[in-house]
């Protein structure tokens, strides 16, 4: 694996804890230049000086540009990990779908129209988006999460039928459960649904470098996420039958 990311410039995005930080910690030790971005710059410098990494802290949304002349002139590749897990249901304040939307789809948006020119003419680059579960699935009481996350698996998928014969590698990593300060904020709905079989973060990091040495778009840290996802395809009705009695299990828990 070290000679697919050796000396590569990698962004890693909202990396200052959980699965960034261990994306970063990982693709640093298989010999890549890492750049890490988060919008706590404490947070940033610590893993950055951890790992002998490159801290260029603030909104991951513009960040491309300077990570760019951080790492030399080069992003190799780009994981765009920074997310916002916001709950609520459709009565959720306005400001709140916009961060979701602005955070976990229009931050991989911007990214992706920062680094596709120099990728396309150098015929390589990796663009790592990490979605969630929820964007192939959804998530009980987490109404503008999951709608957004959706729309973060969409953009990816796009990235990949639209470039892939023109070098441009993308990979969607869709872990449910993962021990992070993520997990913790999403109460007692993540209480009942993820934290039962969650994952830490490494496990996700190692999944992803599996996946890239397998070439593989999709990447499931819980595998049984793929037969829940041939579930909701093929038998909707059934498929949404048992989440809705997950989420009268909930209600009735509350």
């Not at 599996?210 to 070439?215: L, P, S, T």
Request: aromatic share 6%; hydrophobic share 45%.
């Amino acid at each position: 694996m070290v000679g697919t990311v050796q000396d590569a410039g990698v962004v890693v995005t909202g990396a200052g804890g959980g699965i960034g930080a261990a994306l970063a910690r990982r693709f640093a030790a298989e010999g890549a230049r890492v750049v890490v971005n988060d919008l706590d710059a404490g947070r940033s410098r610590a893993v950055a000086d951890e790992i002998g990494g490159i801290a260029v802290p603030g909104d991951a949304s513009a960040v491309v540009e300077q990570a760019r002349e951080a790492l030399g002139g080069t992003v190799d590749v780009y994981c765009a990990n920074a997310g916002v897990a916001s709950g609520g249901s459709e009565a959720a304040d306005e400001a709140v779908w916009a961060q979701a939307w602005d955070v976990n789809v229009m931050a991989h948006v911007r990214a992706a129209h920062a680094l596709l020119p120099d990728w396309l003419e150098r015929g390589s680059g990796r663009f790592v988006s990490t979605v969630s579960a929820a964007g192939l699935l959804t998530m009980i009481g987490a109404a503008p999460y999951s709608v957004t996350k959706h729309g973060a698996y969409a953009f990816a998928e796009w990235l990949s039928l639209t470039y892939r014969h023109r070098g441009i590698k993308v990979h969607a990593i869709c872990p449910q459960g993962v021990r992070t300060d993520m997990l913790d904020a999403t109460g007692s709905a993540g209480d009942l649904v993820l934290k039962p079989t969650a994952i830490e973060p490494q496990d996700v990091a190692d999944a992803l470098f599996k996946g890239i040495a397998e070439d593989r778009f999709l990447i499931l840290p819980h595998p049984e996420v793929a037969g829940y996802y041939q579930v909701r395809a093929g038998e909707p009705d059934r498929w949404l039958a048992t989440m809705n009695h997950i989420q009268q299990k909930w209600e009735a828990a509350e």
